[in-house]
């Protein structure tokens, strides 16, 4: 698992595919500390998976407050 080797155990992760069923190429991770995802984002952001690069970040603007339910933010 790319995550877990490069940077840990992932404390949630969410794959989205499209109303096909195909992957759109998007996720959410979620890590246990700020460290985890700083070292994500360090080692992760432009690392090339199957001949893409993948860009990691953090995300702004929403917060998960359970599991599958999503809020918009400022």
């Not at 070292?39 to 690392?47: R, V, W």
Request: proline share 1%; glycine share 12%.
């Amino acid at each position: 698992d790319l995550f877990r080797d490069h940077v840990g155990e992932a404390a949630y992760v969410e794959l989205f595919d499209d109303e096909k069923g195909k992957p759109r190429g998007c996720g959410i991770l979620e890590f246990n500390s700020e460290e985890m995802a700083q070292k994500a984002i360090k080692k992760l952001n432009k690392h090339e998976v199957k001949g893409r690069k993948i860009t990691f970040n953090r995300a702004t603007g929403q917060f998960r407050i359970d599991e599958g339910t999503w809020l918009g933010g400022s």
